[in-house]
Each structure stands twice: as C-alpha cells, then as structure tokens.
C-alpha cells in the first residue's frame, strides 16, 4: 500500500504519465521508465509507461496528464539547449516541493526528480531517476482540452442523475441525510430546482385525490417539502381533517399518520380482533394496532402480516445510494 501511494503521489508530481491506445499520427510516442529511491525504504521496481508528446517539444510540463487528486504545478521551466530544468510545489495530497532536471540526447533522454515535504506528518526525501526514449509516432491530445471534455462529460452525466433525484423527491442527494457522507449530496447545487418541484406537488396535495396520488407516488414528500422550509403538517392538515370529518377512515389509515394514530388510540384501545374488525374505525385500528398498549389484537391469529414496509428514511438512502453507485460506475471514481 505505501509503496503504491508513494509511487502514485511522486508521478504526481513530477509528470504524471499515462499509459493506453494512441492514434497514429505525425507527432512523437515516448516510452518513459522511472525508479524512485527513498532513504529508510525498500528499493521499488521501475516503472515503464508511454506518452504522446508534439513533435520536437521538451517541455517537461506537457509529459502527461495530471493527477485530479493533487494541486502540483510545475514553475521555473527553463530550456538551454537539450537541457530542461524546473520546480515543483505541491499542498496535497501530501505538501512538498522538488526541483527536475532532464537531458536529452536524440531520441532518448536521462534525468532526476528530486522531492521533498512531510508524509504523515514525517519530513522524507526521494529522488526519481528518468530514461526514456522515442519509439513511434502518435496523434498529440492537449490534456487540458481532454480533461474539459472528460469534466463536461461528468457533469452531463452528474446532472441527468440529479434530473432523477429530483423528479422523485429524494431530498438526500440535494440536502443529505445523517448517516451519510458529504459526498453524497452530488446534487446539492440543484437546491432551487428541487424546491420548486416539491411546492408543485404539494400544491396538487389539496383534495383527497391529489393527496392519495402524490402520497403513493412520492414516499418522500413530507421530508423534501421539509428540507425545502415547510411544515408537512401544513400540507397534509386540511385534507386528513376533511377525511376525519366525512369519516373516510381507509384515506386517513393510508395518508395521515397524525391523524390516524389519535383515531385509534382514541376508539381501538383495549378492543380485542373480533372488536376491531367490526368496528367502523378498522382501519386505523389494524394501521395502529401495535402502537396501542392495550391492544388485544395479538389474542386472535390471523394471517400473517407483510413484511413491513421500509422507512422512508430507508427509501431514501437506498436512492441515494443507487444514484452514487451509477455515478461512479459511468465517471469510474
């Protein structure tokens, strides 16, 4: 493990190379070897990779493609003949600095890195020793332009995965959710656009057929409309009180949780299954029956209850979750 974190945060800061498929073309395809010496530590195996750099050109700073990781920049590049020297400095992921120097001679080249910092709080130093030499031609890719590319990409796919998040309601992946990383809320720049989908569904919530429709379909609702700055009380209140009133018991057993519960601890405790199932309050009564203390419910055997539902808490994370995991598969991070 240290070995290839030292190996990794090195090439980080020194070129940086990339190994893969290269286009043929008229520019010029390098094969590069590094070692790395590191006083206290095991010698390291060289490392070979191939790099397309334009023809002629020996500036050490397009060598390769950076570390997204890091924040390494490359100064004080100087080039006196077939000699090409610098600086670097780095704040993370380790903070270090180091100095490059290269020389080449035809079509091979020789040189050093030499680095230095803190690495878990230790001060340590290294030094990478360079060959290399050109074995064919490529097509040269300006890094930058294919790292906006790649960036552009991601976020297309970042935001169509957000577009999902919000036309489900899912509040975790915008405001995030205890129990879960930071990191997960990849679509907390879309607070606005979520906000105002979940004040037009709550505006549709008004009548019994609104409600039911958007209760079955966004599970979440009351937790968005919440994240968004409003009471769900507010919401659901004036439509389960207007189920209470026309005693549409089955509406408030499956759509007011507030509502329901105070029905049944105030007709279904203490009455036993026989009682309940001929009540006009069964509904709520079966909705609530382990919530009442009293309850007798457990006294007659019916058939066996569902698995119970998952929270939408649960529902939640598990969305979250599978939205994280399509993200990192498409951008591979």
């Given at each position: 493990m240290m070995k290839r974190y030292l190996a990794g945060m090195l090439m980080t800061a020194s070129c940086c190379v990339a190994t893969g498929a290269f286009a043929q073309g008229t520019?010029?395809?390098?094969?590069?070897?590094?070692?790395?010496?590191?006083?206290?530590?095991?010698?390291?195996?060289?490392?070979?990779?191939?790099?397309?750099?334009?023809?002629?050109?020996?500036?050490?700073s397009k060598m390769g493609e950076k570390d997204k990781s890091s924040d390494c920049k490359m100064t004080d590049i100087k080039q006196s003949g077939n000699r090409s020297t610098w600086k670097v400095v780095c704040t993370k992921p380790e903070p270090m600095t180091g100095t490059g120097d290269i020389t080449y001679t035809g079509d091979k080249f020789d040189g050093t890195i030499k680095m230095t910092g803190k690495m878990g709080g230790d001060d340590f130093s290294m030094t990478q020793v360079l060959s290399g030499k050109k074995v064919g031609t490529c097509k040269y890719e300006d890094p930058g332009k294919k790292a906006e590319q790649m960036q552009a990409q991601s976020q297309a796919m970042i935001d169509k995965e957000c577009d999902k998040q919000i036309e489900e309601l899912q509040p975790a992946s915008v405001f995030g959710m205890e129990g879960l990383p930071e990191s997960s809320q990849y679509c907390k720049h879309r607070k606005a656009d979520f906000c105002a989908k979940a004040t037009k569904v709550s505006q549709g919530m008004k009548d019994e057929a609104g409600f039911e429709q958007a209760n079955g379909k966004y599970r979440n609702w009351r937790e968005a409309v919440k994240a968004c700055g409003t009471d769900p009380n507010t919401v659901s209140a004036p439509v389960c009180k207007a189920a209470v009133d026309k005693k549409n018991l089955k509406f408030v057993a499956d759509n007011c949780p507030v509502e329901g519960k105070a029905l049944a601890q105030k007709h279904c405790a203490g009455m036993d299954y026989t009682a309940i199932m001929e009540s006009q309050y069964r509904e709520v009564c079966q909705k609530y029956a382990s919530e009442l203390g009293k309850a007798k419910v457990g006294e007659a055997k019916a058939e066996p209850a569902p698995a119970a539902p998952k929270s939408d808490k649960d529902k939640a994370m598990d969305a979250v979750k599978e939205g994280g995991n399509k993200l990192k598969k498409l951008l591979k991070f």
């Open positions: 520019d010029e395809l390098w094969e590069m070897t590094t070692k790395m010496e590191m006083a206290g530590m095991p010698a390291m195996p060289a490392r070979t990779d191939k790099v397309c750099k334009l023809k002629g050109d020996r500036d050490p």
